[in-house]
């Protein structure tokens, strides 16, 4: 109605995305193995954080990507690092229990 093409921004919105993770996968090339597999733990922690930050709000999932960030690396300095993602796991399952729309969600 507008004249926005739907189709193209469709495109151009994949292309944008699909760049973003080229740069994302240079980046990582260098210090990890190159398999299908590899991306398994990054869906894990991504995950964690849309849903903690709130379903479709960005803001709260940039903030809560930088909350994972610093209880990541906290709790790998206090755990170690093979024990690094409890802390993340233990403060999702804390955010589902008080909040489970999650910190920006919006009740629907």
Not at 76 to 105: A, N
Request: net charge neutral; aromatic share 12%.
């Amino acid at each position: 109605m507008v004249g926005i093409d739907v189709a193209h921004i469709y495109a151009v919105t994949f292309g944008i995305g699909t760049a973003c993770l080229a740069i994302a996968a240079c980046l990582l090339l260098p210090s990890f193995y190159v398999s299908p597999r590899v991306g398994n733990a990054f869906v894990l922690v991504a995950f964690t954080i849309v849903v903690l930050g709130g379903m479709g709000s960005v803001t709260g999932a940039l903030l809560g990507g930088l909350f994972i960030g610093v209880v990541e690396s906290l709790s790998g300095l206090y755990f170690g690092d093979s024990l690094g993602q409890i802390g993340i796991f233990l403060i999702f399952i804390l955010v589902l229990l008080l909040r489970p729309t999650g910190l920006f969600g919006a009740r629907a």
